[in-house]
């Protein structure tokens, strides 16, 4: 069943590895590697998100979104995005840049680095606004304990989050004019691209946090009255088998999953753009972790078991929020693009062997003692 699962998945991880040794030599086949890595672990807590939602709906709709579904949101945001997004800050059309990054690397390479600052600042706030209001969320499970428990109750405070991201914005365009001002004044104007793109991104989550917000919520109307049908089955003693969502509500649903799907898919590309500007590597290191989107959403989905490893999306959220401080930091200061992305796979490891560890106290403590054993086993 892995295999068969995996088997596309496994096929062009080998073809795109083959293709970034013959593109770039081993150094590219690094950057390949380490893009594939960090995607595919990103790729992780959006596939349990997709699964956990995948599984209440018909066949027919689970279709429609393993097909169309993730070709629109997987391959067009993470193998279309980043050309588009160069075109954007670079003033090239979608062709031209292109072509550009294919024929004349080093122009393509002064254009994406001019573009730098915009691209850092929009993706570095929309990253943060992420991590910032997972941290400040009030959770059950708590990883790091230390963290979490004190931020959670200042997670209470309203649009905490927004005003601490306007903050580090504020900051780093100040800093940014204060340098380019040290230097003659040649770059004052991009302290404004800075200000200007950082603002963008933030608006930008928040149209996608209030387009899946209601999308959740009319899920969630939905789930309700099923419940209700339920319970007035039970009453009358008929059987009522589990109904798999379809119609109106299916619909929602896999509107309400394109959108999560593109959060996340930006994610991974913005978080690209702090390993690599080569828009060859970036795309074969995100096209390989789009497969794997896909894969674990069936395979998760098959199996029927999500939650194994519970410290898995505190990890990819921590490795979302080093992403973001690491772009805002590069807007002044080149930072190595391997040290970059071992610093996400670190964390991710780090949250699965705790998720490891956890598993096993609860299985050594029993059910009796679960509670305990879970407290006992957080870092």
């Not at 993706?123 to 979490?148: A, K, N, T, V």
């Not at 798999?244 to 649903?253: D, E, K, N, P």
């Not at 970036?282 to 519970?310: E, K, N, P, W």
């Amino acid at each position: 069943m892995l295999l068969k699962t995996f088997g596309w998945s496994f096929a062009v991880t080998a073809l795109g590895l083959v293709a970034a040794v013959f593109y770039g030599g081993w150094e590219a086949f690094g950057v390949v590697a380490i893009l594939a890595v960090l995607e595919i672990s990103l790729s992780f807590d959006n596939a349990v998100v997709n699964a956990g939602i995948l599984k209440k709906m018909n066949a027919f709709w689970q279709k429609i979104f393993l097909t169309v579904g993730v070709l629109i949101a997987v391959f067009g945001m993470r193998l279309v995005f980043p050309v588009v997004i160069v075109a954007i800050t670079a003033k090239l059309n979608p062709y031209d840049a292109v072509h550009l990054a294919l024929t004349d690397k080093d122009r393509y390479q002064q254009l994406v680095t001019d573009a730098h600052p915009a691209i850092a600042a929009f993706g570095g706030m929309f990253l943060l606004m992420i991590f910032l209001d997972f941290i400040f969320e009030d959770r059950d499970i708590q990883w790091l304990r230390w963290i979490e428990r004190p931020l959670a109750k200042l997670g209470k405070v309203d649009m905490l989050a927004v005003c601490i991201a306007l903050i580090v914005l504020l900051i780093t365009s100040f800093t940014f004019a204060t340098h380019a001002h040290q230097h003659g004044g040649a770059h004052v104007d991009k302290a404004q691209t800075v200000l200007i793109a950082g603002i963008a991104g933030l608006i930008t989550y928040m149209i996608v946090g209030g387009l899946s917000g209601y999308f959740e919520d009319r899920l969630e109307e939905e789930e309700e009255r099923e419940h209700e049908e339920e319970e007035k089955a039970a009453r009358t003693g008929k059987q009522k088998s589990p109904v798999m969502l379809a119609g109106q509500a299916a619909f929602f649903m896999f509107l309400y999953l394109e959108v999560l799907d593109a959060s996340f898919s930006f994610d991974g590309v913005i978080g690209a753009f702090a390993i690599t500007n080569d828009i060859v590597t970036m795309a074969l290191g995100l096209g390989i972790g789009a497969m794997y989107v896909r894969s674990l959403t069936v395979y998760l989905v098959r199996q029927g078991t999500l939650d194994d490893y519970v410290y898995l999306e505190h990890g990819a959220h921590y490795a979302i929020g080093a992403l973001a401080v690491i772009l805002m930091v590069t807007i002044q200061h080149e930072i190595n693009e391997v040290i970059t992305g071992l610093v996400g796979v670190v964390l991710i490891a780090w949250s699965f062997w705790s998720s490891v560890r956890r598993n096993r106290a609860l299985a050594d403590a029993g059910e009796g003692t679960g509670e305990k054993a879970e407290v006992s086993s957080g870092v």
